[in-house]
């Protein structure tokens, strides 16, 4: 062959969506207590590599362990925190949108009367005036 690789659709292992990789809090401490086993030069990467873990994951989680947060050792839900919805807020904005449609509306049929007695005039139709 000329320098050409055949790849067998069974060999590519490449996720059609990547997602991310979530620990549950049981796991992380099944980790921290493998790592402070670790006595020997290069058990700890060993560890990690075995895992596909990065050191900075232990950082975070005996950061977590230390203040005693054990709920900080479970999943996170990543994104914008959920607010609170407020009835109030939620019609004040509603009527306000509507005042300022309303609004446009009567500034418009307003121009359209005055537009129409300034054309009366123009025009000479008896008991039409420009001034109003």
Known sequence: MDGQVNVVAEDVQVAAKPRRRTYTAEYKRRILREADACTTPGAVGALLRREGLYSSHLVVWRRAQARGALAALAPKKRGRKPTAVDLR????TELERQLAQMTG???RAEALVEAQKNLAALLGRPGASAQS
């Open 89 to 92: 807020a939620r019609k004040i």
């Open 105 to 107: 509306r009567a500034e």
